[in-house]
Each structure stands twice: as C-alpha cells, then as structure tokens.
C-alpha cells in the first residue's frame, strides 16, 4: 500500500490555480523530490497535505485511509511531519521544549497527574525528556538543549525544525527547502543527514528544493511542478535532460545546475 | 507522593515568610489597614496568575479579565451572604462555585472565538467586561440581594490572611504544576506559533480553551475571596480599569513569567496603595492617566519585562544532567 496517494488534488486562490490536479503517490521508503520555479506551486502543496489549506478538489490518502480536509494536528498524528520554508520554530522557548511540546498527544499521563506531580507524572517528564535529548542528540544539538531557540544559528534552526518534526513520530516527512540559504558545505552534511534520518526512523521523504544537486544527489524520482501542474517526472538523469523541465526554468530565467 | 527538593524548600521559605508576617501582626507593626494591602495583594497575586496562564503562556489577549473577577466575587458573595452564616464549608463552597461560574462563562465565550485563529478575543473579552457591568449595576432588579449600582454588602468576612495565604500557595503550585507539564508545553507553543503548534499535533483550539477557562476560574476565584474579605462589593471594582490592573501586571511581570507575574502584582497592589495615600483624591482622579504613562514609560524601557518569560530557580523544574552526549550522533551534522 502507498504511504501517500494524491489524486486530481487542486487549490485555487480567487483566479489563481496555485494547484491544478496534481498527482502523486509515495511509496514506503522513497525520497522524492518535488521542484519547480519560485511560485510553481510546491508549498502549496505541502499545506494541502498538512491540512492547512483545504483542497479546492481531489483527495489525499495516507496509508490507505482518505485525510482529505483533516484538520492539521489529526494529520500530524496519523504520522505527517513537516518543515517549513520560513523557519517556523517556538522561537521563545527553549530548544528541548520545542521537542517536547510535540510529544504531547503521546504524553501518558493526564491533567490530574500533572496538576498534583503523581509518580506517573514524573515517570513520563523523564522519559519524555530522555527522549527528546536522545533525538536532539542525533541532530546533534544536545549541546543546545537549554539554549532559547531563537539564539540558535540558521543551520541549529533548520537541524531544529527537523528534530522537532521527527518528535511527533512521523511515516511520511515532508522537508520545504531544507537547505535554503547554506553554503555548498552546509549542503552537503544537509544531504548526509536526510540519509541519515531516513534510514534511522524508517521514513519516506518527500523534499522540495531548489539546490539541484541536492535533489538529484538524495532523490530516487523528482516531479517537477510549474504554474500548478505537474509538467515532468522520472530519475534525477531524465529529469536532468528532460527539455520540458529546462524551458520552463529557462523560460523564468534560472538554470538546471 | 514524594515532594521534590524544590517543592520542599518553597514550602520552607513560605512558611517563614508567614511567620515573619504573623509576628509582624503580633508585635502591631502591620496595621489593619496595610493588612488589607497585603491580603488584596495575595487576592490580586492569585486573579493575576490567570490571566498569565491565558495571555503570558497560551498569548490569547484578554481585556475582561476583571469580568470574570467580578462574576466569582458577585457569585461567592451573594451565595454565602444568602445561605452561609460565616460558616466555612460555605466559605469554601462559594469559592468553588464563583470559580466555576466564571470558568463556564469563560467556556461559553472561549467555545466559539477561540475557534478562530485571529485576535477577536480581546474585543469580546472587552464587550463582555461591559455586559457584566451593566448586570452588576441592574442585577438587584432580578436579585436584590446582588445590591445594583449602590454595591452589594453582607457577605459573611471569614476570609483572612492565614486562609488566602494558604490559598494563594496552593494556587501557585498548581498554577507552576500546570505550566511545566506537557499541557503547559501545549499552550506556550501556541503562543509561540498557533500554526507550527497545529501542524506539529497540538489541538490548538482545546487548548486555546482550557487556558481561558482555567485563567477565568482563577479569577472567579480570586473575586470570591476577595469578597469575604471586603465587606463592600462594587461594580466600579471590577471594570475595564481594573481588567487594564491585570494586564499591565501580566505584561510589565514579563510575558511567559510566573515569577514576574507574581513578584509584579504584590508590587503593583502596593505601589497603587503608596501613591494613593501620597496623592489623595488626585490618584483616583488621575488613576487611568498614571497606569497609562507607567505602562508606555516600562515598555520603552523594558519592552521583555521585568523577568522576561525567565523563572525563579525554585518555581522551574531541574535541567537535566547532561549525561545523553553519549548519544550516537550524526557523523555529518556537525557544524
Ligand atoms: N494563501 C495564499 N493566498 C493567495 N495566494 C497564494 C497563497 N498561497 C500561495 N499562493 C500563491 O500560489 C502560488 C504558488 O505558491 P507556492 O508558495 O506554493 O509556490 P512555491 O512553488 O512554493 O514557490 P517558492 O519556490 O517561491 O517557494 C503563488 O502564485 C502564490 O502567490
Ligand atoms: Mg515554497
């Protein structure tokens, strides 16, 4: 069974198809890419996924049960994670609790045992701290636990967003331009830790990006999106010699690395 | 259930801070009078923490706060002044049930605009703050009892200090319970970001609501005890300037901060009694004038406040000892 399966799905914004019957279905264990010019459509994808937009029409399935017009955080429970292109953090607060906040719908114990402290309480604070300390330490910022996240650094912020993304336990983990903004370096241990994770919390991936050598070096199969529409899929070879792909990033005036 | 060291040590530290009260009462160094201060203080301490919890740690803005003070006081008032005779079961009972008053009205507004992911609250928050005042000017045509424009007297005055003292406590480590557990978590992430919370598995409306309807009961609360302590009820007590007295505590005690909010509504409460015996009549007359420039002069000044969303050691759990660096970590993740 696909763990996601995207059919005819659409949004439109006043005049604007954003997106336009778009299909797609993920199997288990893949990494996708998703590309396409400034404006193609590609976020709006992931928050049609989500649920933070409702589609116009067409459906969303996730491992096999239709999720279509969810609301966000039942979405995010049935196991879809996700980052956000404009670093989305709980800037505030401290880089541990921006890990443990998702845990809650996890959490085992209730509102009594929090309110009088009660064994199970303090059980379950540390475990759950445990845990996440464990999952910022594979991001490798175990260091920062008690930092305000705000204090972080771009590349902490980015690795931060994805610890938090991978604490609600996710099947499917959808990474908008994870690498925006790094330099060839930071690129390059960005792709080494997608591998990573991936293959340490069993995930399917799906990536938008638009550093090319990053999708084509992580991603078994690349959709290429324009205007809303689908306008190309196949191997990270075909894609690169695919003619309708380079018009329309020449045609913006932007070119396939 | 095993207290921890903390826990121990505010238990400590609150008792000698009552017994050094209590010998204060003694040796007549505290007057009745700043007896009182000191009582509405704790009242203020305990309806302060509230609205903390609703706009400090959840970020939902709040104008009615006193409202829902007024709702608790009216409500424990008129129902131990009815069937109480300075009984304490009655005493407790009418605490409960002004609490819960205001923590259902609370329920009844917070239900269907907290739904909403804009501001729309402070303007309801607003409106129902007026409502309620009308209602407490023109309740007595419905339940004389409830004394309309001229104010409500007759509430048996069983509360003092060592009881809203004990109070005032208990709610504090409730209110620290509930802010470092992972429904306090639920809450400050929406505050942080209502959309990454949503989208992270937060139900935000349901949290959204159970922050409001705990802060308003909080407040019922403290308007209940407030009433057994001040003979006289009026509905001048609890309008919009009163509602402004807890936000500008919440904001100038530095959002996210219990510590701030409690540090700042004692000093608050006693400030306002200083520059009333030091001003006379002019204060009153000039009461919105001077909460507005203290307001606008500490933002420039402080615009994070006083204790900025930082704790005081003993009220915000342990760090954790770092013993998890022997965690795998990533070869490549390093910077
Ligand atoms: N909430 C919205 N309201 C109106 N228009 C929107 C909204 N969200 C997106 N759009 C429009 O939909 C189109 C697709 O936007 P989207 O953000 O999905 O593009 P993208 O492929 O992610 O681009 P980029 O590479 O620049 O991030 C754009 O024209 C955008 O202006
Ligand atoms: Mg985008």
């Known amino acids: 069974m696909p763990v996601l399966e995207i059919n005819n799905l659409s949004k439109t914004f006043g005049g604007l198809k954003a997106v336009n019957n778009f299909n797609l279905t993920l199997d288990e264990g893949e990494v ?175 990536l938008i990006e638009h550093q090319m050598g990053m999708v084509m070096n992580l991603c078994e199969r690349i959709v290429v999106m324009d205007f809303g529409q689908i306008i190309a899929t196949g191997t990270p070879l075909e894609i690169r010699n695919n003619p309708v792909v380079l018009e329309a990033y020449l045609g913006k005036g932007a070119t396939v690395a | ?120 609250l402070g303007i309801a928050t607003l409106g129902f703050g007026i409502i309620v005042r ?30 809203i003292f004990i109070l005032t406590l208990i709610v504090i480590l409730l209110v620290r319970n509930f802010i470092f557990s992972t429904y306090g978590r639920a809450c400050t992430s929406i505050r942080e970001d209502e959309i990454a919370a949503d989208v992270m598995g937060i139900d935000t409306t349901r949290y959204k609501v159970m922050a409001f309807v705990l802060g308003c009961a909080l407040a019922g609360l403290a308007g209940g005890i407030y009433a057994h302590r001040y003979p006289f009820l009026h509905p001048a007590s609890f309008d919009f300037l009163k509602s402004f007295d807890f936000l500008l505590i919440v904001v100038l005690g530095g959002l996210g901060s219990m510590t701030g909010t409690i540090v700042t509504a004692v000093g608050w409460v006693f400030l306002l009694e200083v520059l009333r015996v030091v001003l006379g009549q002019n204060f009153i007359d000039w009461r919105g004038v001077i909460y507005a420039v203290i307001l606008i002069v500490s933002i420039i000044v402080r615009p994070q406040g006083i204790f900025s969303g930082r704790e005081w050691r003993l009220l915000a759990p342990d760090h954790l000892k770092m013993a998890t660096g022997k965690e795998q970590t990533h070869a490549g993740s390093g910077n």
């Open chain 1, 32 to 206: 996708v890419g998703l590309i396409g010019p400034n404006g193609a459509g590609k976020t709006t994808v992931f928050n049609l996924i989500t649920g933070l937009y409702k589609p116009t029409g067409g459906t969303i399935n996730f491992c096999g049960e239709d999720i279509t017009g969810l609301q966000p955080f039942k979405i995010s429970q049935r196991g879809i994670a996700r980052t956000f292109q404009n670093i989305r953090l709980f800037k505030g607060i401290t880089v541990l609790d921006n890990v443990r906040a998702v845990f809650h719908p996890r959490i085992k114990y209730n509102f009594l045992d929090a309110l009088l402290r009660t064994p199970r309480y303090n059980v379950e604070e540390e475990r759950v701290t445990l845990e996440a300390m464990e999952l910022l330490g594979a991001l490798n910022l175990a260091h920062r636990a008690y930092e305000k996240a705000a204090n972080l650094a771009y590349g902490d912020q980015r690795r931060l967003e994805i610890a938090r993304a991978l604490a609600t336990y996710p099947k499917l983990l959808l990474l908008d331009e994870p690498a925006a903004g790094m330099n060839p370096a930071e690129v390059k241990r960005m792709v080494e830790l997608i591998r990573y994770i991936k293959q340490r919390f069993k995930l399917t991936v799906l």
């Open chain 2, 1 to 120: 259930m095993k207290l921890s060291r903390k826990t121990l040590i505010l238990f400590a530290g609150a008792a000698l801070f009552f017994a050094l009260v209590k010998a204060m009462q003694f040796s007549g160094m505290i007057t009745p009078y700043w007896q009182l201060v000191l009582d509405q203080a704790l009242v203020i301490v305990i309806g302060a923490l509230g609205l903390s919890i609703i706009y400090g740690f959840t970020g939902q803005f709040s104008l009615g706060h006193a409202a829902f003070y007024g709702l608790g006081a009216y409500t424990a008032g008129a129902l131990d002044k009815v069937y109480g005779n300075g009984n304490m079961l009655f005493f407790f009972l009418s605490l409960l049930a002004g609490a819960a008053v205001a923590g259902l009205v609370a329920l009844l507004i917070g239900l269907p605009i907290l739904r909403l992911r804009s501001d729309y």
């Open chain 2, 134 to 163: 009308v209602g407490m000017e023109n309740g007595n045509k419905l339940f004389p009892v409830l004394g309309g424009a001229t104010g409500m007297s007759g509430t048996p005055q069983v509360a003092n200090f060592d009881l």
